[in-house]
């Protein structure tokens, strides 16, 4: 039976370890805030990513709640360049003072130093990480006329074909781009890879016939699957998701189990940020993350409000790096 996206999320025992520890999140006192902090003039949220796009829309619909809660403006800023590495490098070099933060995700935030010599930044040690905002998974598509319905049918197509089937993403690093690694590795299946400049070209590539499979974030796939203009095969949770039932997880095909992967967003501050201010977004974060207007907002877009204290997400990024950096390592993605 199909589960909700809460439900899937907790499955996920990273996840879950992160959401475990909002109640104690939540219950910590506004107080432990530096007075003079929000005052000195509106807060700057860097999105890494451009307008219109789903890390954007959650960038818009947090800064509003949490610039109310704090009484002081959040002011978007999108900042798309070079994969986002651009927006998280200015995030990383502003004034730790509170007023310049990050709505970062995994590609800019985790993957690209693993993949890209030339990023300079370490998350870990230029960002203070905040709290979890969203955590969602991806779903794979097959192009309309490939006899494909389920990923135990795609690892055994692959099979008796090596190298025949094409697959795209929306870019070499991504973190689409490692589910997709991931899957190859755990299924002992080798298919080409077709890297793109963006979600609307994989979508379109996807249902023109011109690749025979793609990986979507599940805001992108799933009204077209639920139109069947194209065949959902896989998502890579732990369990199905109620927007599309029909299509089988990860943890369901034998080949797959236990190697599922979530893409996610999170809040961040520049390194060395007074703890105070830090824990005074954390708390306000998770207010905002448990407003049924938001949590509705969040689900409708396939993904799972988190939170958490600054300290569980920090571990929360620790363990998905060493996870990317295992699936970079094994499939030698390097970026030229």
């Known amino acids: 039976m199909p589960l909700s996206r809460r439900s899937l999320v907790s499955a996920a025992t990273l996840v879950a370890s992160v959401l475990a520890a909002a109640p104690a999140a939540l219950a910590a006192p506004a107080a432990t805030a530096a007075p003079a902090w929000p005052a000195g003039g509106p807060i700057t949220l860097i999105v890494p990513f451009g307008a219109g796009t789903d890390v954007d829309a959650t960038a818009r619909l947090i800064a509003g709640k949490l610039g109310a809660r704090l009484k002081q403006s959040v002011v ?25 933060l990050l709505l970062g995700f995994d590609g800019p935030v985790s993957i690209a130093q693993l993949v890209n010599s030339s990023v300079r930044y370490d998350a870990e040690r230029d960002l203070a990480a905040v709290g979890l905002v969203t955590v969602a998974p991806m779903v794979i598509v097959a ?17 008796a074909r090596p190298g025949a089937l094409t697959y795209a ?5 991504t973190v689409l781009h490692l589910a997709m690694e991931r899957l190859q590795e755990r299924a002992r299946i080798r298919l080409v890879h077709v890297p793109y400049r963006g979600v609307a070209q994989v979508s379109s590539e996807v249902l023109g016939g011109q690749v025979d499979v793609g990986i979507l974030m599940t805001t992108g796939a799933t009204p077209l699957v639920q139109q069947k203009k194209l065949e959902g095969v896989g998502v890579t949770s732990a369990q199905r998701i109620d927007a599309i039932p029909g299509v089988m997880s990860f943890a369901e095909a034998p080949d797959l189990r236990g190697s599922e992967l979530y893409a996610w967003t999170g809040l961040f501050a520049p390194a060395k940020t007074p703890e105070a201010v830090v824990q005074r977004l954390a708390e306000e974060l998770g207010r905002v993350l448990q407003m049924p207007e938001v949590r509705k907002r969040l689900e409708d877009g396939g993904a799972t409000p988190g939170s958490g204290t600054p300290a569980t997400f920090a571990e929360f990024l620790k363990k998905e790096k060493a996870g990317y950096a295992q699936i970079v390592k094994s499939a030698n993605i390097q970026l030229e």
């Open 169 to 173: 993403t929306p870019g070499v690093g």
């Open 76 to 100: 978007v800023d999108n900042v798309p360049a070079s994969g986002g590495v651009l927006g998280v490098s200015k995030v990383a070099r502003s004034h730790a003072d509170g007023y310049t």
């Open 143 to 159: 192009r309309p006329g490939l006899p494909v319905h389920n990923l135990n049918e795609l690892i055994a197509m692959a099979r």
